[in-house]
């Protein structure tokens, strides 16, 4: 009867050390993806950055040109938000 307890002994072992080596794999996986998502995220995030700046630039340069194509329309813009701007904030 000894001998039966410690076969299923032994296999309880030979099942405990593959369910081991199986949950370490799965940990790896995990890791894995993991790390291949916050890649991704990471990517994603400086893709959006390059295109808002890249829009950035083209606003402005857009700004620039309204500005020197219209240089008095620009000052007295300039001039009449600055008076809204000074009224708004006086009160």
């Known amino acids: 009867m000894a001998s039966a307890t410690e076969k ?4 309880l072992k030979a099942e405990f050390a593959t369910l081991k080596d199986e949950l370490a794999s799965i940990g790896e996986t995990v890791g894995r993806i993991a790390h291949s ?9 400086r893709s959006a950055a390059n295109r808002s700046r890249e829009q950035a630039r083209e606003t402005w340069g857009a700004f620039e040109k309204e500005v020197e194509d219209r240089p008095m329309t620009s000052i007295a813009a300039a001039l009449g938000i600055g008076f809204m701007l000074g009224k708004l904030l006086d009160r």
């Not at 299923?8 to 296999?11: D, F, I, N, V």
């Open 8 to 11: 299923e002994l032994q296999e």
């Open 37 to 45: 998502a916050s890649d991704e995220g990471r990517q994603r995030v």
